[in-house]
C-alpha cells in the first residue's frame, strides 16, 4: 500500500511541477510577444500577464519601468529632433534673402570699374556667397525630407517620364561639363504608385552628383523592374568614401564643390517612398541604384 502511495504522491509533485512549468512558459511567451509589439509600435500600453505567478509578474513589472524610461527617452528625443529640424529649415529660408541680396548686389559691382585686384576679390565672394546659398537651399531640403510631417501624395507615375524630365532639367549643367549620358530605358512604361515631386528630386540629387563627381560621363540604366542605376567613373574613390556616401556632409576629395548633403536628403527622399539605395564601387566605376518597390 505505502508504495502505491508514495507513486501518487510523486505523480501529483510531477503534474503540478508540469503546470507551473507550463504556467511560466507562458507567461514568458507573453512577455516576449509583448515586448516585441511595445518596441514595433509607439503605444502606450505595458505588458499584462494572465499568469499569477509572482516571479513572472515582478519580471513583468521591472520590464513595463523600463518601457516608460524608454517612452520618455523616445519622446524626448522625437520633440528635440523635431526642433532641430524646424530651427535648421528656418535658419535656411531666412539666410536665403540675405545671400540673394549679396549676389545681386555683387553683380552691379561687376558693371563698375574696378582694379584686377578688386574684381578678383568680387569674382571669390561671389563664389563663397554662391556655395553658401546652395548649402542653404541643402539643408532646407534635407530637414523637409527628414521630416515625418513632409506633404506627400502617391498618384500613378512612369519613372520613365521622370527621370527623362530630371535628365532635362540637367541638361545645360550635363552640356557645360561635356558630358552626353548613355540612356538605357525599356519602351513600354514602368509604371509605379509614388510621389513623383519625391522622385524627380532623387533622380536630380543623383544627377548632380555624377555632375560634380564624374570623370566625363554619365550611364543611365531603367530595368523593367523599376531599378535605376547611375553610373560614371571615379578612379580616385576609396573604400571608405564609398561607405560614407551616403552620410550627412561627405564629399569626395577629387570632387568639386559639394555641401555633402545631396545624397544625404536622396537617402532620406528613398525611405519616404519605400524605395531602395545603394553605391557599388568596381572597376573604377561607382554606381548608384534606387529599386523602386513593387507596383
Given at each position: 500500500?505505502?508504495?502505491?502511495?508514495?507513486?501518487?504522491?510523486?505523480?501529483?509533485?510531477?503534474?503540478?511541477?508540469?503546470?507551473?512549468?507550463?504556467m511560466?512558459?507562458?507567461?514568458?511567451?507573453?512577455?516576449?510577444?509583448?515586448?516585441?509589439?511595445?518596441?514595433d509600435?509607439d503605444?502606450n500600453t505595458?505588458?499584462?500577464?494572465?499568469?499569477?505567478?509572482?516571479?513572472a509578474?515582478?519580471?513583468?513589472?521591472?520590464?513595463?519601468?523600463?518601457?516608460?524610461?524608454?517612452?520618455?527617452?523616445?519622446?524626448?528625443?522625437?520633440?528635440?529632433?523635431?526642433?532641430l529640424?524646424?530651427?535648421?529649415?528656418g535658419?535656411?529660408?531666412?539666410?536665403?534673402?540675405?545671400?540673394?541680396?549679396?549676389?545681386?548686389?555683387l553683380?552691379?559691382l561687376?558693371?563698375e570699374?574696378?582694379?584686377?585686384?578688386?574684381?578678383?576679390?568680387?569674382?571669390v565672394?561671389a563664389?563663397?556667397?554662391?556655395?553658401?546659398?546652395?548649402?542653404?537651399?541643402?539643408?532646407f531640403?534635407?530637414?523637409?525630407?527628414?521630416?515625418?510631417d513632409?506633404?506627400?501624395?502617391?498618384?500613378?507615375?512612369?519613372?520613365?517620364?521622370?527621370?527623362?524630365?530630371?535628365?532635362?532639367?540637367?541638361?545645360?549643367?550635363?552640356?557645360?561639363?561635356?558630358?552626353?549620358?548613355?540612356?538605357?530605358?525599356p519602351?513600354a512604361?514602368?509604371?509605379?504608385?509614388?510621389?513623383p515631386?519625391?522622385?524627380g528630386?532623387?533622380?536630380?540629387?543623383?544627377i548632380s552628383?555624377?555632375?560634380?563627381?564624374?570623370?566625363?560621363?554619365?550611364?543611365?540604366?531603367?530595368?523593367?523592374?523599376?531599378?535605376?542605376?547611375?553610373?560614371?567613373?571615379?578612379?580616385?574613390?576609396?573604400?571608405?568614401?564609398l561607405?560614407?556616401?551616403?552620410?550627412?556632409?561627405?564629399?569626395?576629395?577629387?570632387?568639386?564643390?559639394?555641401?555633402?548633403?545631396?545624397?544625404?536628403?536622396?537617402?532620406?527622399?528613398?525611405?519616404?517612398?519605400?524605395?531602395?539605395?545603394?553605391?557599388?564601387?568596381?572597376?573604377?566605376r561607382?554606381?548608384?541604384?534606387?529599386?523602386?518597390?513593387?507596383?
Amino acid at each position: 500500500m505505502l508504495p502505491w502511495l508514495l507513486c501518487l504522491v510523486l505523480l501529483a509533485a510531477v503534474i503540478a511541477l508540469w503546470v507551473k512549468m507550463r504556467m511560466l512558459q507562458r507567461a514568458f511567451d507573453e512577455i516576449a510577444e509583448g515586448m516585441e509589439e511595445r518596441l514595433d509600435e509607439d503605444t502606450n500600453t505595458l505588458l499584462s500577464l494572465s499568469t499569477r505567478d509572482p516571479h513572472a509578474r515582478g519580471l513583468a513589472s521591472a520590464l513595463n519601468r523600463q518601457l516608460r524610461q524608454l517612452r520618455a527617452e523616445r519622446r524626448r528625443y522625437q520633440n528635440g529632433d523635431r526642433e532641430l529640424r524646424e530651427t535648421v529649415a528656418g535658419v535656411s529660408h531666412d539666410l536665403r534673402t540675405p545671400l540673394t541680396a549679396i549676389l545681386g548686389y555683387l553683380e552691379l559691382l561687376e558693371r563698375e570699374e574696378l582694379s584686377d585686384n578688386a574684381r578678383r576679390y568680387a569674382a571669390v565672394i561671389a563664389a563663397r556667397a554662391e556655395f553658401m546659398r546652395d548649402l542653404t537651399d541643402e539643408l532646407f531640403a534635407y530637414s523637409l525630407a527628414r521630416s515625418p510631417d513632409r506633404p506627400s501624395e502617391a498618384v500613378t507615375v512612369s519613372v520613365n517620364a521622370v527621370l527623362e524630365e530630371s535628365l532635362a532639367a540637367f541638361y545645360t549643367q550635363l552640356t557645360a561639363r561635356g558630358i552626353t549620358p548613355e540612356v538605357s530605358m525599356p519602351e513600354a512604361p514602368v509604371i509605379r504608385n509614388t510621389d513623383p515631386a519625391a522622385l524627380g528630386r532623387i533622380f536630380q540629387n543623383l544627377i548632380s552628383n555624377a555632375v560634380k563627381y564624374s570623370q566625363g560621363d554619365l550611364k543611365l540604366v531603367l530595368s523593367p523592374a523599376g531599378a535605376v542605376t547611375f553610373s560614371n567613373r571615379a578612379p580616385a574613390m576609396t573604400e571608405l568614401e564609398l561607405s560614407r556616401l551616403f552620410d550627412r556632409f561627405t564629399t569626395v576629395r577629387a570632387a568639386r564643390p559639394s555641401t555633402g548633403l545631396g545624397l544625404a536628403t536622396t537617402k532620406a527622399l528613398c525611405g519616404s517612398i519605400g524605395a531602395g539605395l545603394d553605391a557599388k564601387y568596381g572597376e573604377g566605376r561607382l554606381s548608384v541604384t534606387v529599386t523602386m518597390p513593387p507596383p
